[in-house]
Every structure is written in C-alpha cells, then in structure tokens.
C-alpha cells in the first residue's frame, strides 16, 4: 500500500505516484542481539528508485504538476537526482539535476541519465550546487524539489506514520543518518502529529558533522556520499527536532559506517548503501534502549563499487565436478 494511503493528511493530490511507501520494517534479530534492544529496519531502499526521496518527490512533483512548472530542478549527491528524474519523466516535465563532478555514485547516474534528465557535473560540492540552484529558482520558473521544499517534508513525513501503524505504537528511539537534515525533520513532524515522541538519535558521519559541531564545514568528506554535507538546509528544524524529542546528533566515523554496512548485508541480509548504516553504526557505538527503529534510507545498489572493495573476492573454478565441489565446500 503506498503512501498515498495517508492522502488526507498530504497537501495535495496524487498527480504523480507509482506506488512509494509501504516500505518493509524488519526485525534485526541478530542487532537485536547485539545491542540488548529491539531492533527493526525501515527498508527505504525498497522505494521506486531505491531511497526514501521518492516519498517526498511523489507529493513535490505532483505539486509541481499543479502549479503548473514546466521543469524540475534540484542539487544532489545521487539520491535525490534519481527520483527527481524518474517523477519528471513520468510528468512529463523538463529534468535537470546538479551533482558534484566525479562524486556522485554510478546507480544513481546512470538512472538520472536514464530517466532522461539534464546531469550536470558542478566542479564543487553539494552545498555549493543547492546555493546555486536556490539563486536558479529564484530567478526562473522551475521548481525547486530539494527538501528546502515544503512538499518534500510533508511527503517524507509519512514514513514516521507506517513505523506506528506497524509497530502498533511508536517505538522508543528512532535512529536516522542526517545530511541536509530533511529527513529527520520529516520524522520528527509525522510522529509529532500523531502525538507520538520517540527519542530521535541522529548520525553524521565524522567528516561530514556540522550538527555536531555547531558549524558548518567547508570541505565534508566521508565514504558516505549521501550524507557527505557541510552546511544541512534544515538546521534548526532538526535541531529543534534533536531537542524536542530528548534525542541528540552524534558522529560516526567512516569504519564504523562501514562495518555497519558489511554486518547489515551479511547477517541481516540487507544491503542498504553506506550513509544508511550511518543509523546502524551510531546505535552500536552510543546505545540505545527499548525498541528501536534504525531507517535505512537507501539501497545498497546505488553505489556498487563500495560494496565490491568491501566484500570478498569472486572464486575462479575449472567446470568439472570435483573444483566445484572444492570452490563450494571447501
Ligand atoms: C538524502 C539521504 C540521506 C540524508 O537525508 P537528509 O534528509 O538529507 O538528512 C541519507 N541517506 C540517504 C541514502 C539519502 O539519500
């Protein structure tokens, strides 16, 4: 069932969908385990085009379609760009996407490309790309579909409303990986309309940590390409968000992300992408307790070559019986 399921609490009708939400939330038995609390996953990789920005691309581009826009643009490290392509396409309407060259991951491009969008490769970062494309919409007659859009937050707010109707109730934590911090906001307004108010812990990657450190950086870096931002467009909802619900924003470093990220895939058998396990790292390292909800935001075939250089290698084997019964049970 998709979001649109919630339709009465969204502000606008269902112009452009192919059926995002209604997302998996598994029990993590073995991080259950792990840690002592009851762990679930919130599969957002199972979205149309595999993270949780279709949710809030599917009520933006519908609102787009509405106001009348002819094209669609925002800044993105892959994610977002792959759905903005995929709903302009099914619109309809002009693409165009600004990615920082040579950053982006091979999945998410070659489905902007696919869908049919203007890529372009800005020899800066993220933040620099959302500046430019921000001075872009203020001048011209596109829409903006970064979450700086409103849409984009009311359409993300609903996977806080299946995490409550699966669960029965709201679970006690909520572990979430922040980039530009949309996200943990979407959470944080879909559960505070319910009335619910689990504790939001939210992760950044150590490279990439203005929240925690109460500033901006200028040159993030992380192998969390996702999360790899120096200045988040939702600051102070998230932080009021942090403060609010008695959470906090913590920092995991790059092998903590991705020892999450090998576990996630090898003992839970879910492969999410790199800043997703940022959710899974912080809950290892800081703890939690009761029943927790880890949301793994995107899927781990965006970003092939990070889990080749991770996993082990293929084994050669002649086509005769007895070395393949040596290459498999040996
Ligand atoms: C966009 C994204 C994030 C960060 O979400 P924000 O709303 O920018 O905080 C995390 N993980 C994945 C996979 C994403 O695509």
Not at 8 to 23: F, I, K, Q, S
Not at 82 to 102: C, D, F, H, M
């Amino acid at each position: 069932m998709s979001l649109w399921r919630y339709a009465d609490r969204l502000p606008v009708e269902p112009l452009v969908t192919m059926g995002e939400g209604g997302t998996p939330l598994v029990l993590a038995e073995h991080l259950s385990e792990l840690t002592g609390c009851e762990v679930w996953l919130k599969v957002e990789g199972a979205n149309p085009t595999g993270s949780f920005k279709d949710r809030g691309m599917t009520v933006a581009v519908s609102a787009a379609v509405q106001e009348g826009a002819e094209v669609v643009v925002c800044a993105s490290t892959g994610n977002t760009a792959a759905s903005a392509a995929a709903y302009a396409a099914r619109a309809g309407l002009r693409g165009a996407v600004i990615v920082p060259e040579g950053k982006i991951a091979t999945g998410k491009l070659a489905q902007a490309l696919m869908h049919g969008a203007r890529v372009v490769a800005l020899r800066g970062n993220f933040d620099q790309a959302l500046a430019v494309v921000r001075e872009l919409a203020a001048l011209h007659p596109v829409s903006l579909v970064n979450s700086v859009n409103e849409y984009r937050i009311e359409g993300q707010k609903t996977a806080a409303f299946e995490v409550v109707d699966s669960l029965g109730e709201a679970p006690d934590v909520l572990c979430i990986p922040v980039g530009n911090a949309g996200n943990v906001t979407a959470y944080w307004r879909g559960f505070s309309e319910l009335g619910d108010s689990p504790a939001l812990h939210g992760y950044q990657a150590e490279g990439a940590a203005p929240l925690v450190h109460g500033a901006p950086v200028s040159q993030p870096e992380t192998v969390a390409s996702a999360i790899r931002i120096g200045n988040p467009a939702r600051w102070e909802d998230a932080m009021g968000a942090f403060t609010s619900s008695r959470g906090a924003v913590r920092a995991v470093s790059d092998a903590e992300i991705l020892d999450a990220y090998t576990l996630l895939g090898s003992r839970e058998g879910v492969f999410c992408e790199p800043a997703s396990a940022a959710s899974v790292a912080g809950l290892l390292k800081h703890g939690a307790e009761g029943r927790v909800v880890c949301v793994l935001t995107g899927h781990g075939l965006k970003d092939p070559q990070t889990a080749m250089n991770r996993a082990s290698s293929v084994v050669p084997c002649e086509p005769e019986l007895a070395a393949v019964e040596k290459a498999v049970l040996g």
